[in-house]
């Protein structure tokens, strides 16, 4: 004997609902995943600005420099280190929080030392790095943020089933807690 037409009706009518509901999950999950790609695509051009106004420091005389050439040393080893890495963002993070160190050392040696420190070609120097920083830990923030939305929406609900599907990974942070 057949089922009755309206259970028939009913199941057809509660899949389609189920696949809507998982279409339009598998929808927002890429929304979100393209979000934090288009900020991982940020951060990395502002890094890539950040150090090339490191590269102009490092090109600075020596000679010039004088007392500076430790922390310049510092500097431009932590920039070789830095370029050269191609790995995780938290392993990029942790490149770039090390020359963030020794662009403060820099920095710091530079106010230390007023006589080059008053050099014009110096002060203009310092005060490009000082707001890369600050531009670079924006930059950070509103990928490590994306990310942490893209693996809270990943961890929910029906997303997790579909997100392996889609081939939607979790999301590594590039160095800051992004708690909301």
Known sequence: MAPPDWLLA???AALLAGLAVLCWQGVRLWRQRQRMLQAWRHLLDVVARRHA??????????????????ALGE????????????????????A???????????????RAHPDVALDGETARLS??????????????????????????????WPVRMIAPILGVGVAEAFWFDAAP
């Open 53 to 70: 106004a490191i590269a102009d420091v490092t090109a600075a005389d020596p000679a010039l420099l004088g007392p500076l050439r430790g």
């Open 96 to 110: 770039e929080q090390a020359l963030t160190v020794a662009i403060d050392r820099w920095r710091a040696a530079a």
């Open 10 to 12: 009913l199941t057809i």
């Open 127 to 156: 005060s490009t790095l000082g707001g890369t920083a600050t531009v670079l830990e924006t930059a950070a923030r509103e990928y490590d943020l994306a990310a942490a939305r893209l693996n809270r929406l990943r961890a929910a």
């Open 75 to 94: 500097l431009a080893a932590a920039l070789v280190t830095a370029r050269g890495l191609a790995g995780t963002p938290a392993q990029r993070g942790r």
